[in-house]
């Protein structure tokens, strides 16, 4: 069983960061992908970010430019700049691990909004 806790969430300016980390417990092996999505009300979760055990990141079009995925299969990260209004959502982590990737947790998410 695998535990992830996000943390770094709240409430900041547009045009301001955050930065959000992911704590994972449990035994998370093979290959690998942390990963942070996001779910606004009404709309469908989407991808923020994915890293890979080999280190390949991949971003939602939306974010591409304002946010770096870091971390690995312990503790992953989500740096995020130049926020705008929309990208207030709840922020989930994500670990999918083992062959083809077929284990697949999920965090209880972590609030961000983007308002003045």
């Known amino acids: 069983q695998v535990q992830l806790v996000e943390s770094g969430g709240g409430l900041v300016q547009p045009g301001g960061s955050l930065r959000l980390s992911c704590a994972a417990s449990?035994?998370?092996?093979?290959?690998?992908?942390m990963g942070w999505y996001r779910q606004a009300p009404g709309k469908q979760r989407e991808l923020v970010a994915t890293?890979?055990?080999?280190?390949t990141t991949n971003y939602g079009d939306s974010v591409k430019g304002r946010c770096t995925i870091s971390g690995d299969k312990n503790t992953v990260y989500l740096q995020m700049n130049s926020l705008l209004p929309e990208d207030t959502a709840v922020y989930y982590c994500?670990?999918?691990?083992?062959?083809?990737?077929?284990?697949?947790?999920w965090g209880q998410g972590t609030q961000v909004t983007v308002s003045s």
């Open positions: 994500n670990a999918r691990y083992g062959n083809a990737l077929l284990y697949n947790y």
């Open positions: 890293i890979t055990n080999g280190g």
């Open positions: 449990g035994r998370i092996f093979g290959t690998y992908a």
